[in-house]
């Protein structure tokens, strides 16, 4: 069965850390970039990071560089993030979704997209 | 970085045809995809590149771009469609991604 499973959420206290995981499973996780994607409570999607196939290229959103790690264990099927510093802001559910992969069409675009996403984890920052 | 416009909400009549739209300078460079959130759920990608969809997604969905602005039609809403659909879309810089801020889909 091709799934991702997170885990990892919990409550945190601002200034702290805290690791979250996604296994994958049912399809060759070392072929895919993965990402992860978050969203606060009854607000929108917001991207957070993504990491090549390898592990070799990682690019952060804004709001999280410095702070978040994404990371991969090809051996172990499982995407990372490590999330430090930890504001109230990062609240959310986080979700980690897998690549398409990239591509190039005759009109001369580039596109990839999600084809596929976990349950998501919800991360509580709070005192 | 750049950003991508949705409208917040739109409503269409059982069985009418919707277009929901999502504007970004990345646009002209990069085809959106979309995602269709029911409430409690994850997304479910429903549309990336030209106009290609996953399996399991009804051939009632479609996209299309022109310019700076992409669309997602639904043609013939069903009352299951009725959800928040997100674009996305990589920066101008290419290496990083950005969503719209959701459309709410009310079929009436």
């Known amino acids: 069965q091709v799934q991702l499973v997170e885990s990892g959420g919990g409550v945190v206290q601002p200034g702290r850390s805290l690791r979250l995981s996604c296994a994958a499973s049912?399809?060759?996780?070392?072929?895919?970039?993965m990402h992860w994607v978050r969203q606060a409570p009854g607000k929108g999607l917001e991207w957070v990071a993504v990491i090549s196939y390898d592990g070799s290229n990682k690019y952060y959103a804004d709001s999280v560089k410095g702070r978040f790690t994404i990371s991969r264990d090809n051996s172990k099927n499982t995407l990372y993030l490590q999330m430090n510093s930890l504001r109230a802001e990062d609240t959310a559910v986080y979700y980690c979704?897998?690549?398409?992969?990239?591509?190039?069409?005759?009109?001369?675009?580039?596109?990839?997209?999600?084809?596929?996403w976990g349950q998501g984890t919800m991360v509580t920052v709070s005192s | 970085s750049s950003e991508l416009t949705q409208d917040p909400a739109v409503s269409v009549a059982l069985g009418q045809t919707v277009r929901i739209t999502c504007q970004g300078d990345?646009?002209?460079?990069?085809?959106a995809s979309w995602y269709q959130q029911k409430p409690g759920q994850a997304p479910v990608l429903v549309i990336y590149g030209k106009n290609n969809r996953p399996s399991g997604i009804p051939d009632r969905f479609s996209g299309s771009s022109s310019g700076n602005t992409a669309s997602l039609t639904i043609t013939g809403a069903q009352a299951e469609d009725e959800a928040d659909y997100y674009c996305n879309s990589r920066d101008s810089s290419g290496n990083v991604y950005v969503f719209g801020g959701g459309t709410k889909l009310t079929v009436l």
């Open positions: 990345s646009l002209r460079s990069y085809y």
């Open positions: 049912g399809f060759t996780f070392s072929s895919y970039a």
């Open positions: 979704a897998r690549s398409t992969g990239n591509y190039y069409d005759s009109s001369g675009y580039y596109y990839d997209a999600f084809d596929l």
